[in-house]
């Protein structure tokens, strides 16, 4: 199994941008915690967002990163909870062919990707694990 970690997608001529389309399910942790995914673990603190996405999925958004990536759908107040959806922000994403392992950040939580599953980066140093049928079901290969 190969470690990612730290990779950058921005360097790597086989990795494109995608953009995702996608309106979830929100709830604010009123605790610290954790939820398993499918990937592994997602740690949260008070006020970090657990996500619910429109294939049943879960996973966390921290707080401090939740604002930008998604925004509430009328007529829903920023910060309460229900229905949002993503930002139209490109993201780097990589189709993995061999067993995979990255961490979230630096220090952070560590996914696993199985054969076919998708690679992707958010930021530099922020990085995820997207389960093939769900990537084809709300990524988008953003054309130049």
């Known amino acids: 199994m190969s470690q990612l970690f730290p990779s950058d997608l921005r360097r790597d001529p086989e990795s494109r941008e995608y953009i995702k ?80 392992t990255v961490a979230r950040s630096e220090g952070g939580d560590v996914l696993r990707g199985k054969a076919g599953d998708w690679f992707l980066q958010y930021a530099p140093g922020d990085f995820g694990v997207v389960d093939h049928e769900r990537f084809e079901a709300v990524y988008r290969l953003l054309v130049d």
Do not use: M
């Open 21 to 100: 389309r996608e309106t979830v399910s929100v709830v604010f942790a009123t605790e610290e915690g954790e939820l398993v995914s499918q990937e592994g673990p997602n740690r949260y603190l008070p006020g970090d967002a657990l996500i619910t996405g429109s294939t049943g999925v879960r996973w966390t958004v921290s707080r401090d990163r939740f604002d930008a990536k998604y925004e509430p759908v009328p007529p829903l107040e920023p910060g309460q909870p229900g229905h949002y959806r993503n930002r139209p922000i490109p993201v780097l994403a990589k189709q993995i062919s061999e067993p995979f």
